[in-house]
């Protein structure tokens, strides 16, 4: 069974720009999570999605958002980058039932300059 | 509200010696708790996971947790390091959604384990 798979791996990316990440979950999960990874702030939870609804949202500005396609597939936008975005955005798939756990992809490394 | 404390930014073994890698967390319901290592520029692999079944926990690659409530810890433990443990370790809590979604993961600021030869 194929893992979590996001793209790109990597991305540069110029104050104020925006950009989308995506993400496609383990095939059967229907709930994708997305994180945010620095090393002053550790792993904060975004959002979380399911049968495309928002179930979840962490605190974090608008600029952040979020979608799941029908198929479960995600994409995360941030808009008007700021240098603090630079991180690994790190998405996450997960059976129905809550206990099965979060599989996590390879994450996409962003930078912003 | 959860939390997830875990002891030790750092932690050295010997290849061979026992690890032992501490979290104790906060939660007002029976929680879902969760290890997972992190190796660089990768994304997070689930080791193990406590969803209240039995409270002895086995993992992958020979590792393994205990549940304590009464502690409200759940370290993780491997008895003998191999130089590939090498890592960072995360300790993670949800409440889930009420036995629908695992809902937002709580993570403690992770453990990195050096294995000396």
């Known amino acids: 069974k194929a893992g979590v798979t996001q793209t790109p791996r990597y991305l540069i990316k110029t104050r104020g720009q925006q950009v989308t990440l995506s993400c496609s979950p383990i095939?059967?999960?229907?709930?994708v999570s997305w994180y945010q990874q620095t090393p002053g702030q550790g792993l904060q939870f975004l959002f979380e999605?399911?049968?495309?609804?928002?179930?979840n949202k962490g605190n974090f500005p608008g600029r952040f958002s979020g979608r799941q396609f029908s198929n479960s597939r995600s994409e995360m936008n941030v808009s008007t980058l700021e240098l603090g975005d630079s991180a690994l955005y790190l998405c996450?798939?997960?059976?129905?039932?809550?206990?099965?756990?979060?599989?996590f992809g390879q994450g996409t490394r962003l930078t912003v300059v | 509200a959860q939390s997830v404390t875990q002891l030790g930014s750092h932690v050295s073994v010997s290849e061979g010696a026992l690890v032992l890698l501490r979290c104790n967390y906060s939660?007002?319901?029976?929680?879902?708790l969760f290890w997972y290592v992190q190796y660089p520029n990768q994304g997070l692999q689930l080791l193990l996971k406590?969803?209240?079944?039995?409270?002895l926990v086995k993992g992958i690659n020979g590792f393994e947790a205990e549940f304590k409530k009464s502690e409200t810890s759940f370290h993780l433990t491997k008895p003998s390091a191999h130089m590939s443990d090498a890592a960072e370790y995360f300790c993670?809590?949800?409440?889930?959604?009420?036995?629908?979604?695992?809902?937002?993961?709580?993570f403690g600021r992770g453990t990195q384990l050096t294995v000396w030869p």
């Open positions: 939660s007002s319901v029976p929680p879902y």
């Open positions: 996450a798939s997960s059976p129905e039932a809550g206990g099965g756990g979060a599989f």
């Open positions: 999605y399911f049968s495309e609804t928002q179930r």
């Open positions: 095939s059967g999960h229907r709930s």
């Open positions: 406590y969803t209240s079944a039995a409270t």
């Open positions: 993670a809590v949800s409440e889930g959604n009420r036995g629908s979604t695992l809902g937002r993961l709580y």
